[in-house]
């Protein structure tokens, strides 16, 4: 099963800000180079784009966690 992991350490955003929608919600296709989730490191935000294309996308990392370079942020199927 693919995933996609942190490519940093930091905090795990799966949306740009509360008033937003969040960029993927389970189940969603996910094509190379969707923006999935933001990494916030000492205040400056960085995309997390797919490397990989999946029919559905499974999150196993929540908002707002704090997360190691590698970790995993979601699965695809």
Known sequence: M????SPLPGTFYRWSSPETPPFKVDG???AVGDVIGLI???KSFHEVKSEVAGSA???VTDNEEPV????VLAELS
């Open 2 to 5: 693919p995933v996609i992991q």
């Open 28 to 30: 969603d296709a996910v």
């Open 40 to 42: 916030e490191v000492m």
């Open 57 to 59: 996308i499974t999150f």
């Open 68 to 71: 190691m370079a590698g970790a």
